[in-house]
Each structure stands twice: as structure tokens, then as C-alpha cells.
Nanobody
Framework: QVQLVESGGGLVQAGGSLRLSCAAS????????MGWFRQAPGREREFVAA????????DYADSVKGRYTISRDNAKNTVYLQMNSLKPEDTAGYYC?????????????????WGQGTQVTVSS
């Protein structure tokens, strides 16, 4: 079983940057595809970004493409989400998740393990 713990959230002004981390314990994350999702109050959880095992292919939601970068360090059992040019509409709880599938999947119900989330608030 994989345990995931997110960190790095906080309050930032519009245009600023944050880097989220997702530290995994248990089996190495090298065997999992990893994803980031976000959920704002009153809204459904939505796909943000995902990264496959080696080779590390990536996919992004259109709303974050060009601003966010997902990466992984299998040696540290950690996945990152670099968020630049943040906008107030990026405000949400951000969650990382692990998926045993061989291809990137964007549906949250497909993912097997989840972290507890970290809050990102972007002020205008």
C-alpha cells in the first residue's frame, strides 16, 4: 500500500509561484503513474497533471498547460508540481494520487491511492 503526503501549499499573490511535493512511503513510486488533482469548494475534483513511469511522459489539463510542470524523483520517492503564473482560479485543495495503470488516466476514480491534500490560495 502506498501512503502519500502532500506539502508546499500556501497563500500566494496572483502571478506568483509555488512548488508542491508529494512524498510517498511504502512501495517505490517508480511502479506507479502519479497524478495531481485539485478541488475547489462546491466543485468536483478535477485532473491537473500526471506523469508516467519511466519514460516519464506527462499530460496536463488545458487550464494549466504552460504554467504547471509535473516531475518525479523516483530515488526520493517524491513527485513535484511546479506552479507558475498562478491565478485566483487556481485556488483549491491539491491532491496527489497513484495509479497502477500503464497509460495516463485523467479520471480521479481510476486512481488507487490518495494523499490528504494541501491548500493553495491565490489572492488577486
Amino acid at each position: 500500500q502506498v501512503q502519500l503526503v502532500e506539502s508546499g501549499g500556501g497563500l500566494v499573490q496572483a502571478g506568483g509561484s509555488l512548488r508542491l511535493s508529494c512524498a510517498a512511503s511504502g512501495p517505490t513510486i517508480s511502479i506507479w503513474n502519479m497524478g495531481w488533482f485539485r478541488q475547489a469548494p462546491g466543485r468536483e475534483r478535477e485532473f491537473v497533471a500526471a506523469i508516467t513511469r519511466v519514460p516519464a511522459n506527462t499530460d496536463y489539463a488545458d487550464s494549466v498547460k504552460g504554467r504547471y510542470t509535473i516531475s518525479r524523483d523516483n530515488a526520493k520517492n517524491t513527485v513535484y508540481l511546479q506552479m507558475n503564473s498562478l491565478k485566483p482560479e487556481d485556488t483549491a485543495g491539491y491532491y496527489c494520487a497513484a495509479d497502477r495503470a500503464l497509460v495516463i488516466r485523467t479520471g480521479s476514480s481510476r486512481y488507487d491511492y490518495w494523499g490528504q491534500g494541501t491548500q493553495v490560495t491565490v489572492s488577486s
